[in-house]
């Protein structure tokens, strides 16, 4: 089992930035893959991000150029760097982790943006 614990949402003005933060509870030996998704209200979780244990990232089109994936492996640790904020932004965003072919999910981060 592994438990993801997101952080780094909040309250932010439209334009700003937020770093959201997942640290996974441990390692795990080989590729893993981990990514942000986010869920806004009425409509379906959508994807965001993801980045390899190798680094090789990949994004939802229309935000590539505003956020920014990143991850420590050493601290099994993902980040997601949102600039340029805007009010179709506002979400709960989820860290997953996939590996050895299990998926996990953490709890969610709220990431609301103020007009």
């Known amino acids: 089992q592994v438990q993801l614990v997101e952080s780094g949402g909040g309250l932010v003005q439209a334009g700003g930035s937020l770093r959201l933060s997942c640290v996974a509870s441990r390692s795990i030996f080989g590729p893993t893959l981990m990514g942000w998704y986010r869920q806004a209200p009425g409509k379906q979780r959508e994807f965001v991000a993801s980045i390899t244990s190798g680094g090789n990232t990949n994004y939802a089109g229309p935000l590539k150029g505003r956020f920014t994936i990143s991850r420590d492996n050493a601290k099994n640790t993902v980040y997601l760097e949102m600039n340029s904020l805007e009010p179709e932004d506002t979400a709960v965003y989820y860290c997953?982790?996939?590996?050895?072919?299990?998926?996990?999910w953490g709890q969610g981060t709220q990431v609301t943006v103020s007009s």
């Open positions: 997953k982790f996939t590996a050895q072919g299990y998926e996990y």
